[in-house]
């Protein structure tokens, strides 16, 4: 009895084997490694799904400068339509329009770049024009992205003349070093007797 007492009263062993719980640093590891995986992708998703925004609201910029050209046209009588010249030509000065630093506009025959904000300043005003002999019509910046406008009448049978506006924006993505280049071409038939067509290419 004295025996039983006295081994009561030890303590217990303690196993060298005790199973603590816990993460160890490969565990860490491992998941710091799959964390930073996944905000890389979340960022790349959230840059991607901001270019797509971007290069849809170029595309509806160009539709609208398009649309614009078209709907003028479509007000002016047949005297101002079959005056156009014929071939490709980049767009005309218009007392109308708001013009930016290096947009391009054609006056009296010369072509002339903007080197100062204005509207209604006739070329060839120094303060606000200086000749240009560029190939190109910018329309402006929007968007992060320079537009250019071309103009090309072609003469057709009965009395229909196709006008062809042809939009081309530059723009660089996110992220990337190199530009590109879209284009949106829309072609309209306008007829002596009335008879309007469109359709458009992107």
Known sequence: MFNDLFRNSLPMPVSRHTNHSGFTLVDLMMGATILVVGLVGLIEAVLMGSEMQATARRQTVASQIVSNEIELLRLSDWTTISALPTGTTVMAW??????????VVSSSGTWYRCILGNS??????ATYWT???????????????????????ADMPNGLREVTFTVIWIAKPSGSPVSRTYTRIVTAYFGKYGLNLTYRRT
């Open 131 to 153: 000749v240009y002999n560029g190939p190109i019509a910018s329309t402006g910046i929007d968007s992060g992205a320079t537009f250019g406008l071309f103009r090309s009448v």
């Open 120 to 125: 209604n300043q006739l070329p060839p005003n």
């Open 94 to 103: 218009n007392s109308a329009t708001s013009y930016h630093v290096t947009d």
